[in-house]
C-alpha cells in the first residue's frame, strides 16, 4: 500500500516539554514510513487520507502479558500473588486446551488494538495457537513458552525451542519468539541456565518473572543463600548474554539494578497487576537513575484485569510521582517513551515506536474531536492524562489498517467474545 496521511498532527516525544507537536503529511510506502515532510505530491499510486483531524502516534508496545488469561480475568481478587496463582490460576490452566488459548488471545489482542497497542509481548502455553492468534489480527508480538522445570516434564527445553526455531521473524517479521522460564520459584537455576545458554546460542531474548514479590526473594535466599538476580549473576548466567526481559522487578537494590545495566537487560514495570496482588511499588527513583531500560506491560488480563497500555501508563505515571513525593522525577515524553520505543527495543523490533522516516509504518490515529482533547492547550497532555480507548478511530501495523473507524478487520469479535464466555464458564466451573 502506498498512503499519503495529509495534515496529520504527530507527537515527536524528541521535542521536550510543552505541545511536543507537529502537523506534516506523511508518506507510507509498503511496511514503512517513507517519508515526512509539510507536504508531500502523492505518487500516482498512492491514495491520500485527510488525517486532519487526528492525532497520529506510534503504537504502544505491551512488553509483558499473558494473553489467554483474559479466560480467567475475574476468579481471583483480594489474594496474594503465590494464593492467587497456585489456588487459581494453575489448576484452570491445566484444564485449558489450544482452541482455549486462541480465543483467549484473540480478546486480549483485540482489546489492546483498539486502546492503542500494535506489539506484545506474551509468555504462556500452546503458544502455536497464540502466533495463530497474532497473525489473523496482524500485529507484532514476540511469544514464548513460558516454561518451569519442577513439574518434571519431560522435554519442555527442547519444545521451547522448537518453537522459536519455528516462529522467530515469521509473519513479514511481525512475529519474534524468545525462550521463557518462568520464574525462580517454578524453575531450578539449571534450568534458568540452560534456557540463557539456547537463548545465546539462537540470538533471541528470554522472558523472566523476576523479583516480583518479597517472598519469592526471601524463599530462594534462604535455598541459595543471595538473591535471584545476584545468584544468577555469581553463576555467569548474565555472561556475554542474551537480551534479559525482566518482567516485574518491584524489589530490587542498587546492586540488583546495576546487574540487570551492565547485562543489557530491560526491565518491563506492571504496576496495575502488583498493586492489585499486593506485591508492593518498586524504588522508581532507584530505576528511573539506574540506566536500565524501562518499559510498560500490562501483565495477564486475570490481574490487572485489562490490556489497556493507555491506563497502565497513566497509573504508572501516577504512582511514580506520588511515591517520590516529586511530580518532576518523571515527565510525559519519558513516560510516553517507555510505552513506544523503549518497549519496541526490549522486545527485539528495532524500527517500532517511532513515527519517523524509515520506521515501520505501525500508527495509531486518535480523534481529537474526541470531547477528551478539548481544548488542545497541549496535545501531550491530553493523550496521557485525559484520554482513553474511546478516542482510538484506527490503527495501522506494517503499513496496513488493522482496524479502521473503530472496526477490527482480522477479528470477529462477536465470534469472540462467543468463545470466551462458553469456554470460560467451563474453566470457572472446573
Known amino acids: 500500500m502506498v498512503l499519503v496521511l495529509r ?17 506534516v503529511d506523511i508518506l507510507v510506502d509498503g511496511m514503512k514510513i517513507a517519508r515526512i515532510a509539510d507536504h508531500i505530491d502523492p505518487p500516482e499510486d498512492a491514495s491520500v487520507f ?31 500473588l503465590e494464593v492467587w496463582l497456585k489456588q487459581y490460576m494453575f489448576p484452570r490452566e491445566a484444564l485449558m486446551n489450544g482452541d482455549d488459548v486462541y480465543y483467549g488471545s484473540l480478546l486480549a489482542l483485540a482489546e489492546g488494538m483498539m486502546s492503542g497497542t500494535t506489539t506484545f509481548a506474551d509468555m504462556y502455553f500452546s503458544e502455536d495457537d497464540v502466533a495463530r492468534a497474532v497473525g489473523e489480527a496482524g500485529v507484532r508480538a514476540n511469544l514464548s513458552t513460558g516454561t518451569a522445570s519442577l513439574d518434571n516434564e519431560h522435554g519442555k527445553l527442547q519444545k521451547s525451542e522448537e518453537f522459536v526455531v519455528r516462529w522467530n521473524n515469521k509473519a513479514d517479521g511481525r512475529i519474534k519468539a524468545s525462550f521463557g522460564p518462568h520464574a525462580p520459584y517454578t524453575a531450578s537455576p539449571e534450568f534458568v541456565q540452560e534456557n ?58 542498587a546492586r540488583d539494578t546495576e546487574i540487570l545495566r551492565e547485562a543489557g537487560a530491560s526491565i518491563v514495570l506492571n504496576i496495575q497487576s502488583n498493586l492489585k496482588l ?50 518532576a522525577d518523571i515527565s510525559n515524553t519519558s513516560l510516553l517513551a517507555m510505552g513506544w520505543s523503549n518497549g519496541a527495543k526490549a522486545l527485539g523490533f528495532e524500527d517500532v515506536g517511532t513515527v519517523s522516516e524509515g520506521a515501520a509504518a505501525d500508527l495509531v490515529l486518535w480523534d481529537l474531536d474526541d470531547e477528551s482533547f478539548c481544548p488542545q492547550n497541549n496535545v501531550a497532555s491530553h493523550l496521557l492524562w485525559s484520554a482513553n480507548s474511546r478516542a482510538v478511530d484506527s490503527v495501522m501495523v506494517a503499513g496496513s489498517w488493522v482496524m479502521e473507524n473503530g ?14 464466555a462458553r469456554r470460560a464458564r467451563r474453566l470457572a466451573s472446573g
Open 50 to 80: 485527510d488525517a486532519s483531524r487526528y492525532l497520529i502516534t506510534p503504537g504502544f508496545v505491551n512488553a509483558h502479558g499473558h494473553f489467554a488469561m483474559t479466560l480467567l480475568r475475574g476468579l481471583a481478587d483480594e489474594v496474594s
Open 407 to 420: 472496526q477490527l478487520l482480522g477479528i470477529d469479535l462477536d465470534k469472540v467474545r462467543f468463545e470466551v
Open 7 to 23: 495534515s496529520a498532527r504527530i507527537l515527536d516525544t524528541g521535542r521536550g516539554s510543552g505541545d511536543a507537536t507537529q502537523t
Open 196 to 253: 540463557f545458554e539456547r537463548a545465546r546460542e539462537l540470538g533471541v531474548i528470554v522472558q523472566f518473572h523476576l523479583h516480583e514479590t518479597r517472598k519469592e526473594i526471601e524463599d530462594f535466599t534462604a535455598v541459595h543463600g543471595t538473591s535471584p538476580i545476584t545468584y544468577y549473576a555469581e553463576q555467569g548466567f548474565f555472561d556475554n548474554p542474551p537480551r534479559l526481559l525482566a518482567a516485574h522487578c518491584v524489589h530490587m537494590t
Open 278 to 327: 499486593g506485591s508492593g511499588i518498586p524504588d522508581y527513583r532507584l530505576l528511573l537513575g539506574s540506566g536500565v531500560n524501562l518499559c510498560i506491560g500490562t501483565d495477564g488480563a486475570a490481574s490487572n484485569d485489562n490490556v489497556d497500555m493507555l491506563e497502565e501508563l497513566r497509573v504508572l505515571g501516577l504512582v511514580m510521582k506520588g511515591s517520590t513525593q516529586d511530580a
